[in-house]
């Protein structure tokens, strides 16, 4: 987003494209509380955008403030303000994800969580790389968990063991999340499971407590789309979780597809390629902890599907809203510097279809605050 869209004349245009309560919000979230100068929330939030729209660092953000004339602060002031906007900003994001349909859980639902990490690094040849381990609810899409860590060490790996979670929840995540490490305690607390299975590194059992061959199963899948499901136990020292394994069979491209990636990987890495990864590259295999009764394998597998949301959030942070300064003071404010991002990249996508659709003159709403010249 250009400063001329924040600081500019043209930010009666872009506050064409906000929910039509953002001011109001910004009083009920308390945004604006404290505020000893001007109380503007139009102000404080065009400020805002300054350092999270435009990339600015805090204290370039304080001086293009003050010489626009929209305030005189500090850049530490400015951080702590940027804190106290964490649910404005959040507020804001999901006024237009309401725009675009997407309903928000009520109480008594399922809560399904969209576990997912990725890296970011800050600018510079010198920047460091940081891993955002995030957490997301469908339908929602909001936020409920968000931790920054180091991208290498101890303990800054991805793992379910990042993540906070409560008996009932239902957790969807990918092939990084598939060890015994993670997922036996999270079945223990009483949460359900959905993990894009890798085969390499689960231990899993059948009933009898022998090592389960999994793939002659899979291989008894032999059309696309078929859908098959077995019961399993998850290895664990105390006693193995059960649970199952739902895998459908890709379509002839997708396998020519994944089969292409993993014979390049092994090109690029100068290994050879074991059949076993060909074979179990046929099909896209879950394990589960969903219960039965509610949930059949191939509903359990359209579930996953789902997690695909997650990855969608992480491309508008990185593509659409640039990526980059990451706050690291706390997970307070890099939580709101994230939500701003997000706000960001909703009213590009917001602009650009309105762009796509109408006269080449003007949007819808501009002209609600524009002046009428005789």
């Not at 953000?61 to 850049?75: C, F, K, M, N, P």
């Not at 968000?146 to 990918?174: H, S």
């Amino acid at each position: 987003m250009r400063d001329r869209l924040v600081a500019g004349e043209d930010w009666d245009l872009l506050k064409a494209f906000f929910p039509s309560d953002w001011e109001q919000l910004s009083t009920t979230t308390q945004a604006v509380k404290g505020l000893r100068q001007d109380k503007s929330a139009e102000h404080l939030l065009r400020t805002v955008m300054l350092h999270v729209g435009c990339g600015y660092s805090l204290r370039e953000t304080v001086v293009r403030a003050r010489e626009s004339g929209l305030a005189d602060l500090s850049d530490v002031a400015l951080l702590k303000r940027l804190r106290k906007c964490e649910q404005w900003l959040y507020a804001l994001a999901v006024g237009l994800w309401q725009q675009r349909g997407l309903a928000q859980l009520r109480p008594g639902q399922r809560i399904m969580r969209l576990i997912d990490a990725t890296t970011v690094k800050e600018p510079g040849q010198t920047g460091s790389l940081w891993r955002i381990h995030y957490s997301l609810q469908v339908p929602s899409l909001r936020c409920d968990f968000f931790k920054v860590t180091a991208n290498t060490g101890k303990g800054t790996g991805e793992g379910l063991w990042q993540i906070p979670v409560q008996r009932g929840e239902y957790l969807i995540a990918d092939r990084g999340y598939s060890n015994n490490v993670g997922m036996a305690p999270v079945a223990k607390v009483g949460a359900y499971l959905a993990v894009r299975l890798n085969q390499g590194s689960v231990l899993l059992q059948d009933g009898r407590g022998g090592r389960l061959e999994l793939l002659p199963k899979l291989q008894r899948l032999t059309k696309p789309g078929q859908v098959g499901s077995w019961k399993v136990f998850l290895q664990d020292e105390s006693e193995p979780v059960a649970g199952r394994v739902c895998a459908i069979r890709k379509t002839r491209t997708a396998i020519e597809q994944a089969h292409r990636k993993i014979k390049a990987k092994a090109i690029d890495e100068s290994r050879t390629v074991n059949p076993q990864t060909l074979e179990y590259a046929k099909f896209v295999t879950v394990f589960t902890t969903f219960p039965e009764a509610e949930f059949s394998a191939r509903e359990v597998l359209e579930w996953y599907r789902l997690r695909w949301q997650i990855e969608l959030v992480f491309k508008r942070f990185k593509q659409i809203a640039a990526l980059g300064h990451l706050p690291k003071y706390d997970e307070q404010s890099a939580r709101a510097w994230l939500y701003g991002k997000l706000l960001v990249a909703l009213l590009t996508e917001k602009m650009v279809q309105h762009a796509n659709a109408l006269s080449p003159w003007g949007y819808d709403g501009f002209w609600t605050h524009a002046q009428s010249v005789a």
